[in-house]
Structure formats: structure tokens, C-alpha cells
């Protein structure tokens, strides 16, 4: 199995709360590519939950929970005067 870098570049630190929420959906995205490696697996899911409210629910949340972390990391961007 091939290496996932699980945090890209090394850096939660990002310059806009966009950037920020864009590697909140990227993270989420690579947590399921680590936990689930066969592509093809992945692809046979998504039929699955993109017809399943509740499971689109849990990934909102996952995702609302690294851009928790993202936002925490970056001081909510207050540092970057982009308040």
C-alpha cells in the first residue's frame, strides 16, 4: 500500500477560511481513501451513501470537524487580518 500523506504539505495552515475549509474536505476525503484503498470498493460505495441522507449527514460532520481543526490552527484566521 502506497504512503497517503494524511495532512498535505505537513501544514494545517492555509491563508483564507476557504483554503481552509477546501483541505477540510480533502482530509475528510483522504481518511476514507486510507480506511477504504481499493478504488474500486470506493466508487461502489459512493452509490451507496450519496443515496443515504443520514451517512451525507456524517460526512458534513467529518468535515465540520477538520475545519474545526484547520480554524483552531490557524487562530480562526484573526493573525491574516481576514476576520
Known amino acids: 500500500m502506497d504512503t497517503i500523506a494524511l ?8 491563508e483564507t477560511p476557504e483554503e481552509g475549509r477546501q483541505l477540510a474536505v480533502k482530509l475528510a476525503r483522504l481518511i476514507v481513501k486510507l480506511t477504504q484503498p ?17 451517512m451525507l449527514i456524517a460526512i458534513g460532520q467529518t468535515v465540520a470537524t477538520e475545519f474545526a481543526t484547520i480554524a ?7 493573525e491574516l487580518g481576514n476576520e
Do not use: F
Open 7 to 14: 495532512v498535505p504539505n505537513n501544514s494545517l495552515i492555509t
Open 38 to 54: 481499493d478504488e474500486e470498493k470506493r466508487k461502489q460505495l459512493r452509490e451507496v451513501y450519496g443515496n443515504d441522507a443520514m
Open 72 to 78: 483552531a490552527a490557524n487562530n480562526y484566521w484573526k
